[in-house]
């Protein structure tokens, strides 16, 4: 089973958005996965049409050492299996804890189906979590939007996990909303691609697209929102890069 991990450089930067939608793409393609959420603001579901109201998820399962991680999975109409966090209040620092005291026992648990792959998507404040999971994956894809904020937290995450001296081969960096319309997006983005390595830059950036919004508003992913909408596109290439870049040489 490939595994990826999904985690926005700052809070906002579109781990969530990514994560649904290469799932997306990567089920259009016949890949059997799951796509898990591991942010507390259990946003994911959102992307699959799950009732509002439905508020369960694995979370407290876990914590109750439930047998088996499927009993807690959701099934959208158009066929995509998720894992949603479910509300877990005043318990996700202790959750958090027990998955980094021992992530093979949690990614484990979470590969109790029968799936190809699993898309793990990760808070963006939990370094810890990263930390953890990061010798076990098999790509992380940490996203980033050029906006004044990037610079100095990207700075500060590569000095925190000594990215300077050793990056691990999972690690890429992945761009989101890209605009190059816009001449502020344009120039923060030209500064950071220029400054990072290529090997650790994903080649595919998901393009600003109002579809994206506007899908995530009506509970659908943007290819079931809008055939024809540009992002998809992009999601499509990343998706057949990710194939690529984890499959076994």
Excluded at 39 to 44: E, I, P, T
Aim: aromatic share 10%.
């Amino acid at each position: 089973m490939a595994i990826i991990t999904v985690q926005s450089v700052f809070s906002g930067a579109g781990a969530t958005t990514i994560a649904a939608n290469l799932s997306n793409a990567l089920l259009r393609q016949g890949t059997k996965l799951s796509t898990v959420d591991a942010c507390s603001h259990n946003d994911l579901r959102l992307w699959y049409g799950m009732p509002l109201a439905q508020s369960g998820g694995w979370a407290l399962g876990y914590l109750g050492k439930a047998p088996d991680s499927r009993e807690f999975a959701f099934r959208s109409d158009f066929g995509a299996t998720f894992l949603p966090l479910g509300e877990v209040s005043d318990k996700y620092d202790e959750l958090t804890t027990q998955i980094e005291s021992d992530p093979q026992q949690w990614l484990s648990w979470l590969k109790a189906g029968n799936d190809d792959w699993l898309i793990i998507n990760l808070p963006s404040h939990c370094a810890r979590l990263y930390q953890a999971l990061i010798p076990y994956v098999d790509l992380h894809l940490s996203v980033w939007q050029a906006e004044p904020r990037v610079y100095p937290r990207m700075q500060q995450f590569i000095n925190k996990q000594n990215l300077h001296s050793e990056v691990p081969n999972a690690f890429v960096f992945q761009e989101n909303g890209v605009a190059p319309q816009l001449e502020l997006n344009r120039d923060i983005s030209n500064i950071i691609n220029h400054e990072l390595a290529d090997e650790v830059l994903s080649p595919v950036g998901i393009m600003r697209d109002q579809h994206i919004t506007e899908a995530l508003a009506t509970q659908q992913s943007c290819y079931e929102y809008s055939i024809a909408a540009s992002a998809n596109a992009d999601f499509v290439e990343l998706a057949n890069w990710v194939v690529k870049k984890c499959s076994p040489a």
